[in-house]
Every structure is written in C-alpha cells, then in structure tokens.
C-alpha cells in the first residue's frame, strides 16, 4: 500500500507541477484584480507542497495506512483490462460505426470476456443492447445517440 | 405560515400525475441501483443523470432526489439477504440483518427497515420544510465573501472526515478545485487549460467524470473482485411482532434524530450516522450482547438514521448551495445541468420547483414504503442476476450517459480517463469525497474569492473583517486543526495496540 500510496503522491506532484506552469502563462493579476491564473496557481503551488509533504509523512510511516496490502488479483486485472480495451475501441468507433453497431460488437465482447458462454444469450443480449437500446432511447426518448457515417 | 402555504402549492405540483410519476420512476431505479451490489447511490445517480435529460427541471430534480432516497433504502436488502451492503451506509445493517436472515427473519428485517426509513425520511422532511425558509432568508445576507468562507468550511468539513491522511484528502479537494478550473476563466472569459481543445471550453463535464470515478471504476473493481451471489433465503412475515415493535420504537424515534441533525452537517456522509445509531442503541440496550446475533434494534436504528440523514443532507443544499456527500454534490451538478443553482437564491427565483421537491420528498417516502414492503421478494430476486449481465449493462448506460450529455465521443473518453484514475484511488483507499465536492464546488469559489477580492481592491483581510465570514474562516481552522489531531491520535493508539 505504501508504495501505492507513493506512486499517487509522485502523480499529483507532476500533475500540480504542470499546473502551476500552466497558470504561470496565464495572468495572476491584472489592473481589475487576481487575474485568470491567480487562484489555479496558487492551488497548485498548496497542492505541490502538500505531496512533498505526503512523500515525507510516507516516507517516515507517519500515515496510517492500515494493515491492508495492495493486492491485485492477476485473473480479474486481465479481464479488467480486456474490459477497458474494448471500451476504448467500441469508443473510438462510436462515430464511425454508430452506436448500434458498436454496442452490438461491445455487448458479446464483455459478455464473452467475463465468462458467459451461453450464445443464445450472448446474441440476444448482443441485440437488445444495441438495436433495442438504441430504440428505446433515441427513436422513444430522444437522446441523441449516434447514427455512424453510414447514417444506419 | 408563508413556509406552509408554499408547502402546500409544492404538494399540489408534487401530486400531479406527471411528477408522482418523476418519483415512482426515481423510487424504483434507486431501489434497484441500491439492491445491486457494488453500485452505491453516488455511481447510481450519476449514469441515471441522463435519463432526466429531457425532463423538465422540476421533474428531473424530483427524479434524481428520488433515485438517490431509493439506493439508501434498496442498499439495506443485500445488506439483510447476503450479507454485502448495497451502499457504504448499509454496512452496519449486515451485522444483526443477515443473523436475522439465518434465523428465518429475514421478512421482519427488511419490514422494519422500511418502517424505519419511512418514519425516519418524513421527519426529516418536515423538519426540512420548517427551516428551510428562515434559514434560506438569513443567508441571503451573504455576500461573496460569506459565500467563499461557507464553500470553504464545507470543503473543510468534506475534507477533515475524508479518511486515514489530512494530507491526501487535502491533495484530492485541490485536485479536484483544479480540474473544475479547466474551460474558460468565468469573471475575464480566457480560456483556461484547454489546450486547442475545443471540448474543453465547456470545461470538463461534471457527469461524465463523475460516471468515471464512481460508475466505470466501481464496474472494473467488480470485475476484478465479482461479488457474492444470494443463497437460497426465504422471505416471510414482514410485519414485527408486538414485542418487536416494542424493542424497535425507541430505535426508530433515536435514529431518525441522530440522522437528521447528522445530515445537516456537510461532510458526515451516511455512515457515521448509521454507526453512531447502532453504537448508541447497543449502549442503551439492557441486552447488549443480542447486538450482532439479529436484534431487530440493530436493523431498526441505523436504517432509520440512513434515510433521516438522507433527507437532513438536502438543508444544506436547498437552503446554502452547500453539498454534504458525493451523491449530493451529483444531485447539486444535476442542478446546475439543468441551469439552476441551489442555495437562498433559489428560493426567491423558483419558489414554485424548491418547494414542489420538498413536497416529493414526502410523496418518493410513500412510495418508497408502499414500493418496499409488499415488493421485497421481486428485488430479491434481482440478487440471482450474474455479475456478467450487471457489468455490461451498466457500462453500456454509462456510455450512453456520457455521450447523451453533449453528443460528443469525447466526453466518453474523458469518462474511461477518469474511470480508471478511480480504480486505482480505490484501490489505495484515496478520498473520493472531496475531490467530487471541490469538483462541484471550484467554479463558485472561483467566482467568489476573485469577486470578494474584487471588493477590498486585493485586501485578504475581507474575509475576516464581516463578522459572518470571520466566524466561518475560524470554524474552518477549528475543523481542519481538529482533524489534524484526531488523526494524530488515532495513529498513535493504533501504534500503541500493535506493539
């Protein structure tokens, strides 16, 4: 968990590092006031102190981490990355193909990756969440959804 | 009496057809987000956001409130049936709810349970409906400066509960101010972070980060960890017997105390309430060792003090614009989605949709209990549903959300972003909380501190010269000064027990 912990510290001191260079482009004060850069650079500049703080508090145990390790199960992450891929892709094709097609691809790929191996079931679920979603909530309900170059 | 004439025209609103259906609609989604495990009241709320797309604001709120009211009750049946809470809140009610479902009880538990959330969900209604309004005319004597100190002492709040670091609750309330900042500066109208990025001027959208961290990243932990599926358990005999309600009456009346005054104060969330409940229950009981064995008081309390919390947490909402939890801070974005802001204003600028939500708090409880009690064995028949099936049906109502919110495959993939920054801050037991608060929050803060600032020509002194905001920026230091020595202490208890 420490070592997590550790990780995510290093993280935000980047992300805040960025912002405070971010904001330093921007004015932080001008002949109306604090400008647009003052309040995002000053949070930035309290945050990066804060995870130099943190990494010294970690680095000297002085945070209560408890007892619980960082465990990751090895099964479950690979399915969650296969989960993660093809949401990505079904994402990337959302515009192209259209949410019908994509979600019909999406569907059985998560049903399939998690285990169900029934494709009855992987088929009926496959349809009913792309073409039967996508009348229910665009042609019923009217939230935009959309249709994919191919205009189907 | 102006509170109980504008209570009544909110009821007339709140009993039309259209909205007693807003809210059966909201009762049944939350009952069904709650009873499935995993998925808590704040990832609920947020895929169901866009569902109320194209309802009217009135409808949409009453909706949303509904949703999250529902997932408090609907987390109590996994919690009494498999022992796995269906929300964070429901945690205590495993400890004498399954011990009752062992021992053939599991109808009673679940009955009391409703009875309680109901009882507890209609006092703290009414006593909503009785200080909202002189609370909501006394903050608007605030100006930007008290609006600041009072943001800033919720955020405070949020943060010195938020978890085992004051540090890293601190570094997620910063985190999240700063990504509410990405879009186009409010007071000079420069863009901000974007990056060229067109999307981006718009800033970053509450929903679909907010379906990232909860929704997605709840989905890839289930994955990871697929949960409990419910045994063969039998539900019979809802009602408690005499010597039941007996036992439950007190539990009940104290629970929906401890609830309510504990919701009005941001940053509790629900599980203190529930816990507080129990532990005062088992104190006052003359039997304490039937705590954890299946006594109907330790059902009959914390779930009471759930729903009474749930109701409390809208004072500070409706009434100072202020969001107490996660699932609030949602409801707060749906607000603002919708192009309101809540706070005193709002009770000068839509009396009509303020007062028509406060009535549907009564008309979601009712449903709610006539929903609950005849029902249960339908939502318990939900827990035999294959994990498979739930994760890929939410992850397609998150798509579709995020997508939906401005048609556009972006917001998507800001969506999986932050999806899998949640993961990994689950994984570390990082406070969510107040990055979700600050999230929410950041844009008015903004706006106050630069106006306030605006005011005393760069003078910080603003802020603790007007009395109301002096007394806030003190509470703030009193928290955070707090926090910091109660985790103090309990690092160094616990270091003592280990050695």
């Known amino acids: 968990m420490k070592r997590g912990w550790q990780a995510a510290a290093v993280a935000l001191l980047v992300t805040f590092a960025f912002f405070i260079f971010e904001s330093w482009q921007l004015s932080l004060r001008d002949t109306l006031g604090p400008g647009p850069g003052f309040f995002p650079f000053w949070l930035s500049v309290l945050g990066a102190v804060l995870a130099v703080f943190l990494l010294a508090q970690l680095h000297l145990n002085r945070v209560d981490l408890g007892t619980e390790a960082l465990v990751f199960d090895r099964a479950g992450v690979r399915n969650a990355v296969l989960v993660l891929v093809g949401l990505i892709v079904a994402t990337a094709l959302l515009d192209v193909v259209g949410f019908r097609f994509s979600m019909l691809l999406l569907i059985p790929y998560l049903l399939l990756v998690l285990g169900v191996r029934n494709w009855v079931t992987v088929v009926i679920c496959g349809v009913a969440g792309s073409f039967g979603v996508y009348y229910v909530f665009f042609d019923l309900l009217k939230v935009p959804l959309p249709a994919g170059i191919f205009g189907f | ?499």
Request: glycine share 12%; net charge neutral.
């Open chain 2, 1 to 499: 009496m102006e509170g109980l004439q504008l209570l009544l025209s909110g009821f007339a609103a709140a009993l039309s057809l259209q909205n007693l259906l807003f809210a059966f609609a909201g009762c049944v989604l939350g009952t069904l987000i709650g009873v499935l495990p995993g998925l808590g009241p704040a990832a609920g709320t947020a895929i169901l956001i866009p569902l109320t797309f194209h309802l009217d604001a009135t409808g949409a709120i009453i909706m949303l409130a509904a949703i999250y009211y529902g997932a408090m009750y609907g987390g109590t049946i996994t919690s009494v049936l498999i022992n796995v809470p269906g929300e964070a809140a429901s945690v205590v009610t495993c400890l004498d709810g399954y011990q009752m479902a062992l021992q053939g009880r599991a109808g009673t538990a679940l009955g009391i349970a409703a009875i309680g959330s109901f009882v507890g969900g209609i006092f703290a209604a009414v006593a909503l409906a009785i200080v909202a309004l002189p609370l909501a005319r006394f903050a608007l004597a605030f100006g930007p400066p008290e609006f600041f100190s009072l943001m800033f002492v919720g955020l405070c709040l949020v943060t010195g509960l938020a978890g085992q670091s004051l540090a890293a609750a601190l570094l997620m309330t910063i985190l999240g101010l700063l990504l509410s900042l990405v879009g186009i500066d409010p007071v000079r109208g420069a863009p901000r972070f974007t990056f060229g990025v067109p999307e981006l001027y718009d800033g970053l959208g509450f929903v679909p980060v907010v379906m990232g961290l909860f929704g997605v990243a709840e989905i890839l932990l289930i994955i990871e960890t697929p949960f409990r599926r419910m045994g063969d358990i039998k539900i019979k005999g809802l009602w408690p017997s005499r010597d039941e309600w007996k036992r439950s009456s007190g539990a009940i009346g104290r629970g929906t105390v401890i609830g309510f005054l504990l919701g009005l104060i941001p940053g509790v969330g629900a599980v203190i309430p529930t816990f507080m409940a129990y532990i005062i229950e088992k104190r006052l009981s003359k039997h304490p060792e039937r705590f954890g064995n299946g006594a109907i008081e330790g059902v009959a309390s914390p779930e009471t003090a759930n729903n009474a919390y749930a109701n409390g947490a809208m004072v500070p909402l409706l009434v100072l614009g202020v969001p107490s939890s996660p699932t609030i801070a949602i409801l707060m974005g749906a607000f603002i989605i919708n192009g309101l802001t809540p706070g005193p204003f709002l009770f000068q600028e839509r009396p009509d949709l303020v007062w028509t939500v406060i009535a549907s708090f009564f008309t979601g409880n009712v449903i709610l209990l006539i929903l609950n009690l005849p029902l249960v064995g339908v939502w318990a028949k939900l827990l035999k549903m294959p994990y498979q099936y739930l994760c890929a049906g939410t992850l397609l109502f998150c798509i579709m959300g995020a997508y939906s919110l401005k048609g556009t495959v972006f917001d998507v993939g800001v969506m999986l972003v932050f999806g899998v920054v949640g993961y990994f801050l689950r994984k570390l037991n990082m406070p969510l909380a107040p990055a979700v608060l600050a999230l929410v929050l950041g844009p008015f803060m903004e706006k106050s501190l630069r106006t306030s600032l605006e005011m005393s020509a760069g003078d910080f002194s603003i802020f603790l010269t007007r009395p109301i905001s002096a007394t806030l920026m003190v509470f703030a230091a009193l928290i955070i000064a707090v926090s910091a020595f109660q985790i103090a202490a309990l690092k160094s208890i616990r270091t003592a027990e280990s050695k």
